[in-house]
């Protein structure tokens, strides 16, 4: 009988042990929206594709000047090229004038050598991001909110 008492003692103080210590996240958590980057750039500007061109075709370092819409400049540090395979050539730039964010650009030549571009300029702690989008032969660059961007 005293087993029995103990046993149910044990079981009585393991079972609050185990209620206590089963906090419960909320399921319907909001998180905090972040502050956005690109504020002094339009939705949708247009990008050189000639400055582009120029890029993937210097040296794999170096300062970088991007022309855009309104005799704007975007202007960065290559940390990085990369040549995946014949087809796909990839630069990275460091942006110090958006907080060091990271515009990452592909080259993708297809088997007719047509060039297809594409990229993007991201920064981890803002939530807007830019997209390089190409059509028909002209670059152009789309604000979207990071959110909805997929991360590879």
């Known amino acids: 009988m005293k087993n029995l008492v103990i046993l149910g003692g044990i079981v009585l103080c393991l079972n609050s042990l185990q209620l206590t210590a089963q906090v419960k996240a909320p399921l319907n958590s909001i998180q905090a929206e972040k502050p956005l980057l690109f504020t002094d750039l339009p939705q949708k500007f247009s990008v050189s594709i000639l400055a582009i061109e ?3 075709a210097g ?3 170096g300062n970088v000047k991007i022309p855009i819409d309104n005799n704007r400049i975007i202007q960065g540090v290559i940390s990085e090229k990369l040549q995946r395979s014949k087809q796909l050539t990839t630069i990275n730039i460091r942006l110090p004038q958006y ?5 990452t650009i592909s080259k993708i030549t ?3 050598q047509k060039v297809n571009y594409t990229g ?3 920064h981890i702690d803002y939530g807007d991001v830019l997209l ?3 059509e028909n032969q002209q670059l152009f660059m789309l604000k979207e909110k990071q959110s909805l961007l997929l991360v590879e």
């Open 59 to 61: 040296s794999s370092s």
């Open 120 to 122: 993007r300029i991201i």
């Open 99 to 103: 907080q060091q964010a990271l515009f």
């Open 110 to 112: 297809g088997e007719n």
């Open 132 to 134: 390089l989008k190409q």
């Open 54 to 56: 120029k890029i993937f």
